[in-house]
């Protein structure tokens, strides 16, 4: 059972501090795991906070903890927020470079850490973060639509390198002769592709219709049968015909 050392976490010396639950990653022994992190303590703080026990890599944030820390591509964007990032509760993953910066900090954590985040950040509070939030409900019309069509190239770009990559995928056969079959080769057929295939529906469809006109052998025999009555009902009819214009036939020399 995984044992739990505990924090304490406050803005300064004035408010009471926010207890954390950490402990060392079960599957990895160089990285620690802080749970119930506030929103106001960012990932940053806690890598200025910890960088005195040992040298941190990185220190990442997600909503609930996994067996492998999900990260997410930070949003660069000055005007569209991101989701992936929450103001509440979290748990953060602190990356030590060495497992003596981890040792060390859980030593420190026994005998009783309190940190202060006023000591390593100074985010905006009170009256000057509700003005900033004000400011940022107008965008620059200029700057979004820049950043909107930069966005859209972008985008465009990496479809057409995806597109591109999925036909080369299923047009070479790879070591064993198998194809890839793909999103677009399944289904963004070309139209002479869909023409041909459309052609070879009606043909199979006239086909099956004439089939289903003689489903028994016997029907199939009664047809032969009519036709070729029929074949010599006029061969008797055209030569009754001949014989009739061979005697109405007159002889005029003059």
Not at 83 to 102: A, I, K, P
Request: a positive charge; charged letters at 30%; aromatic letters at 12%.
């Amino acid at each position: 059972m995984t044992s739990y050392e505990w924090i304490k976490v406050s803005w300064n010396k004035n408010y009471a501090p926010h207890y954390l639950p950490c402990c060392p990653h079960m599957d990895n022994p160089n990285m620690l795991l802080l749970l119930g992190v506030p929103g106001y303590a960012s990932d940053e703080f806690f890598k200025q906070a910890l960088s005195k026990y040992g040298e941190i890599v990185e220190a990442k944030s997600q909503p609930k903890p996994s067996v492998t820390p999900k990260y997410h591509i930070p949003n660069s964007s000055k005007f569209f927020s991101d989701t992936s990032t929450s103001q509440s509760f979290r748990c953060v993953f602190v990356q030590f470079l060495e497992s003596d910066g981890l040792s060390n900090f859980l030593k420190a954590a026994k005998l009783s850490v309190h940190f202060h985040i006023s000591d390593y950040t100074k985010p905006l509070t009170g009256l000057r973060k509700w003005a900033f939030q004000h400011q940022s409900l107008y965008h620059n019309e200029a700057e979004l639509r820049k950043e909107c069509e930069q966005y859209m190239s972008e985008y465009d770009e990496r479809e057409k390198l995806k597109l591109q990559r999925e036909k080369e995928m299923s047009e070479t056969p790879d070591d064993d002769g198998w194809i890839t079959v793909t999103k677009s080769t399944k289904f963004g057929a070309s139209v002479e592709s869909a023409q041909e295939k459309k052609k070879d529906y009606d043909q199979k469809m006239e086909k099956r219709k004439k089939e289903m006109l003689h489903l028994y052998s016997f029907q199939e025999r009664e047809n032969r049968k009519e036709s070729l009555n029929l074949l010599k009902q006029k061969f008797q009819e055209d030569k009754e015909k001949i014989a009739k214009m061979k005697s109405a036939r007159k002889f005029k020399p003059y």
